[in-house]
């Protein structure tokens, strides 16, 4: 079975219809903020960041996987990155976040699966930590992994995602494109009634104000009033949170990761990640009582690496200043709400656990309503 999943996690990405292109909000002329989104529209817009999914398909009710996001391809827990962790509503189970916000770093990739794998995972990046060349005396490793439930469509508690898988996505890891909805860590997932998964987008800053990219990757499966742009979509359709239409609960989770390549700390790396739960907000998630929604942000600038063997008793760091991060703080928020959108836009219908069948978001409706609006051009 080990061999099965591997082999549908490899061929998946590659199958028409899994990336969705087409459907990515930014092709549909729909506009989210007022700055420009970067080359790929995703978080690997920002230099060095590369992704990494590993998707689990089998049988009538296996429906997850894995996700893996490196800040840089070098050793990370050699050369560790400035990051802080914001937590919009802390249901959930975020392993290894309290030494990020204790000592202001990241040493390993960040790793998102399922609520019930997380423990699996957690093993198998200190294991990826400690077999690469250079870590052959580390004796403590903070792995960074964070979770959503994906229970509803998958047998979560078979906990099907292995150490195979979870290294299939580290060693997978690319920069360019990303594929989104039903992958990796997104494979069964839901968002607002609808099929959700995993999501990306980016934005860059002029260079006037510093050139410097802010890339967003979500993991969508949570619950609220979907608006698109701006437009009560959910309201529309008469499917929302508390609507006749809609039983599901609005529980399930966001894991939000923000990388930046602007030389900031890890103060203002929490900034940055409150204001990425505005874009949460802004495509109508409320953060419900059992969702836990936590944002990651981090900074790739090789400036601010910080050894794990210092030369020194100091750190000699340039920083950008608190008044020129304004400009960081609104890509963020643009960013994760658009990448919320692509996550819904690139799903497709699934079939999983107990027959349970979860719709993808019907564009066609959605056209409809946001041309009613003015949202997009007829």
Known sequence: MRSFYLLLAAILPALPGLTQASKRVAD???????????????????????????????????RTGVTAILPHAGNLFQQKVPAAIFAGNGFGKLAGSTQVNELGNLETPVVLTNTLSVPAAMQ???QYTLQQPGNGQVQSVNALVGETNDGYLNDIRGMHVTNDHVRQA??????GPVAEGNVGAGTGTVCFGWKGGIGTASRS?????????VGVLVQANFGGVLQVAGVPV???????????????TPDGSCMIVVATNAPLDARNLERLA?????????????ASNGSGDYVIAFSTDSSLRIPHQPIGNTLNQTLLHNDAVSPLFMA??????EAILNALFAAHDMKGRQGRKVEALPMYKVMEILKQYGAVKE
Request: charged share 20%; hydrophobic share 40%; net charge positive.
């Open 28 to 62: 549909l002329g729909i506009r989210i903020g007022v700055l420009p989104r970067g080359a790929w529209n995703a978080i690997t817009d920002v230099p060095g960041v590369q992704v990494g999914h590993t998707t689990l398909v089998a049988g009538d009710s296996v």
């Open 234 to 248: 959910g309201r529309e359709m008469q499917k929302y949170y508390l609507s006749d239409r809609l039983n599901n």
């Open 124 to 126: 198998a990046v200190v």
């Open 274 to 286: 409150k204001r990425a739960f505005m874009g949460l907000a802004k495509t109508g998630g409320i």
């Open 205 to 213: 800053i002029p260079a006037s104000l510093g050139g410097y990219t």
């Open 170 to 175: 580290l060693d997978g890891a690319r920069s």
């Open 332 to 337: 963020a928020i643009e960013a994760t709400e």
